[in-house]
């Protein structure tokens, strides 16, 4: 189960969860992209606070048709709005509000449905949308890698295309922006 479903993110640059060491792929490739071609164009995206802000109707659809048994844990253990706790800085424990967006912190199982859902919503358009481009992922933190600055324009504004039906609010929005 853990290859198949590393092989489906893989295959549309997702290197966040299922793949050891992970992380270290992308600036590696595309270190060696830019040393092979010094005219190589390379922009970093970030969907600002995207775990919190995926709808989970967005990701049980998803689920559903890609791994009906995480669909099943997904469907158990957010069928509610979940409590959200934070400390103050004086220690104290206060839960101001209900969540009932995104993957909730410290579920084991949240980093993959993540990646999964924003692979097969945001990613695997993306990548079919734009052929000759090099995409990676570390679930939100997107890399995209092409052969002009215009073509490179082009991909981002579809990141954010494919992302914003996915997102609540201004999530698919650039960090900067």
Same mark, same amino acid.
Request: hydrophobic content about 40%; glycine content about 6%; overall charge negative.
């Given at each position: 189960?853990a290859? +198949?479903?590393a092989q489906? #993110?893989l295959?549309?640059?997702?290197v966040?969860?299922?793949i050891r060491?992970g992380?270290e792929?992308p600036?590696?490739?595309m270190?060696?992209m830019?040393e092979?071609?010094p005219q ?7 969907c ?9 109707h967005?990701?049980?659809?998803? #689920?559903r048709?890609?791994d009906?048994d ?8 957010y ?5 959200q706790f934070?400390? #103050?800085a004086n /220690?104290?424990? %206060?839960?101001p509000?209900?969540?009932? %967006?995104?993957v909730?912190q /410290?579920d084991?199982?949240?980093g993959?449905?993540f990646?999964?859902v924003y692979?097969f +919503?945001v990613l +695997?358009?993306l990548?079919?949308a734009h052929?000759?481009?090099?995409v990676?992922?570390i679930?939100?933190d997107?890399?995209i %890698?092409?052969k ?5 324009g /082009? %991909?981002?504004?579809d990141?954010?295309k494919?992302?914003?039906p ?8 650039r960090?900067?922006d």
């Amino acid at each position: 189960m853990a290859t +198949k479903v590393a092989q489906s #993110l893989l295959k549309y640059g997702q290197v966040g969860c299922a793949i050891r060491a992970g992380v270290e792929i992308p600036p590696r490739i595309m270190q060696v992209m830019c040393e092979l071609d010094p005219q190589t164009c390379v922009d970093s995206e970030d969907c600002y606070n995207a775990f919190n802000e995926m709808s989970r109707h967005e990701i049980a659809e998803c #689920l559903r048709e890609v791994d009906p048994d995480l669909y099943d844990y997904f469907i158990a253990y957010y069928h509610r709005p979940s409590y959200q706790f934070f400390r #103050l800085a004086n /220690g104290t424990i %206060v839960c101001p509000a209900l969540s009932s %967006v995104g993957v909730q912190q /410290g579920d084991p199982a949240g980093g993959l449905i993540f990646d999964i859902v924003y692979t097969f +919503k945001v990613l +695997k358009p993306l990548c079919e949308a734009h052929p000759n481009a090099t995409v990676f992922a570390i679930h939100d933190d997107t890399y995209i %890698v092409t052969k002009t600055p215009a073509e490179l324009g /082009g %991909v981002a504004v579809d990141l954010v295309k494919f992302a914003e039906p996915l997102l609540h609010r201004n999530a698919a929005r650039r960090r900067a922006d």
